[in-house]
T-cell receptor
Framework: DAKTTQPPSMDCAEGRAANLPCNHS???????VYWYRQIHSQGPQYIIH???NNETNEMASLIITEDRKSSTLILPHATLRDTAVYYC???????????????FGTGTRLTIIP | SAVISQKPSRDICQRGTSLTIQCQVD?????MFWYRQQPGQSLTLIAT?????????ESGFVIDKFPISRPNLTFSTLTVSNMSPEDSSIYLC?????????FGSGTRLTVV
């Protein structure tokens, strides 16, 4: 399974953009990058995913490098409610019957500072 | 995205006993996943449960310890058998849909 590497923790000032890096150097050509976050031991919450193009939704932007070996999640205007553990995950898929799974790494604990 | 209901939300159990956790989804899904999250740790995939077939377990997890049922496309159970304090964790179920994976709120298990 493709592994991801993230910094264990980061701080960001409230109102500023939070940029969370992720390394996934062993990713295969058809494997998607997913980002989830987990607030206070709740179930993980979906943020965004992408294959090779940059993606943007109402929560965040995802920038994937051209070689796909790394990506950055951007929260454009961080608020205190964005304090959470953020997981960068490579979705593994195989076979002809839609077999797939998410394997979580250790994540980045993001703290938004007032 | 799918809505997942997990029961119980938390429980305190005696060592040596078993607990069955239920996961109900509001729509039909092919694949359901069970994860464990030990205190202060990330999520670890236990097994994948497809309706009509045996669950597929990840390395380090066995059916005798974590039997799984998947009787239909909206429901699954995970049993934690012969519990020890090391089984104290949050157990989460997850399903995959068009917009990605949705997770239940988890079952917080404490074994005493």
């Amino acid at each position: 399974d493709a592994k991801t590497t993230q910094p264990p923790s980061m701080d960001c000032a409230e109102g500023r953009a939070a940029n969370l890096p992720c390394n996934h150097s062993t990713i295969s050509g058809n494997e998607y990058v997913y980002w989830y976050r987990q607030i206070h031991s709740q179930g993980p919450q979906y943020i965004i995913h992408g294959l090779k193009n940059n993606e943007t939704n109402e929560m965040a932007s995802l920038i994937i490098t051209e070689d796909r070996k790394s990506s950055t999640l951007i929260l454009p205007h961080a608020t205190l409610r964005d304090t959470a553990v953020y997981y960068c995950i490579v979705r593994v898929a195989w076979g002809n019957f839609g077999n797939e799974k998410l394997t979580f790494g250790t994540g980045t604990r993001l703290t938004i500072i007032p | 995205s799918a809505v997942i209901s997990q029961k119980p939300s938390r429980d305190i159990c005696q060592r040596g006993t078993s607990l069955t956790i239920q996961c109900q989804v509001d729509s039909q899904v092919t694949m359901m996943f069970w994860y464990r999250q030990q205190p202060g740790q990330s999520l670890t995939l236990i097994a994948t449960a497809n309706q009509g077939s045996e669950a597929t377990y990840e390395s380090g997890f066995v059916i005798d310890k974590f039997p799984i049922s998947r009787p239909n496309l909206t429901f699954s159970t995970l049993t934690v058998s012969n519990m020890s304090p090391e089984d104290s964790s949050i157990y989460l179920c997850s399903v995959v849909g068009f917009y990605g994976y949705t997770f239940g709120s988890g079952t917080r298990l404490t074994v005493v």
